[in-house]
Nanobody
Framework: QLVESGGGSVQPGESLALSCVVS????????VGWYRQTPERQRELVAD???????RYSDSVKDRFTISRDITKDTVYLEMNNLKPDDTGVYYC?????????????????WGQGTQVTVSS
C-alpha cells in the first residue's frame, strides 16, 4: 500500500513537497518513484530511485525537483521547487520490481491513489 500526501495549489515559482509512505520496506522494490498524469498527457515519469540509489529525472523537472528516501520511515519524498503551470497534474507514487525472498518479479508494480498538484496564477 502506498499513501501519498502533500499536494495542493500554488502559484508559479512556489514550492511543494510530496511524501509517499510505503507499507513495507522500500528495499523490497527495485524502483520507487513518482509519476504524473493530466487529461492531456499520459502518465509520465517524474523521478525515481533504485534500490542501489540511482536516480532518474524527467528532463522537464531536472534542476527543480529532488527525489529522496528515508529508509527508516519507508518513505519517498519529492521536493518540487520553482513550480510551473506545466507541472500541474495528479502525482502518483509507484513501486516496481519486487524482491520476495530469493525471487525477483520484474513485472510487479503498485500505484498510490494520487495527489493533485495545481500550479496557477
Amino acid at each position: 500500500q502506498l499513501v501519498e500526501s502533500g499536494g495542493g495549489s500554488v502559484q508559479p515559482g512556489e514550492s511543494l513537497a510530496l511524501s509517499c509512505v510505503v507499507s513495507q520496506s522500500i528495499f523490497t522494490f527495485y524502483r520507487v518513484g513518482w509519476y504524473r498524469q493530466t487529461p492531456e498527457r499520459q502518465r509520465e515519469l517524474v523521478a525515481d530511485i533504485t534500490q542501489g540509489g540511482e536516480i532518474r529525472y524527467s528532463d522537464s523537472v531536472k534542476d527543480r525537483f529532488t527525489i529522496s528516501r528515508d529508509i527508516t520511515k519507508d518513505t519517498v519524498y519529492l521536493e518540487m521547487n520553482n513550480l510551473k503551470p506545466d507541472d500541474t497534474g495528479v502525482y502518483y507514487c509507484n513501486v516496481r520490481g519486487y524482491y520476495g525472498g530469493t525471487l525477483f518479479d520484474p513485472d510487479f508494480a503498485r500505484w498510490g491513489q494520487g495527489t493533485q498538484v495545481t500550479v496557477s496564477s
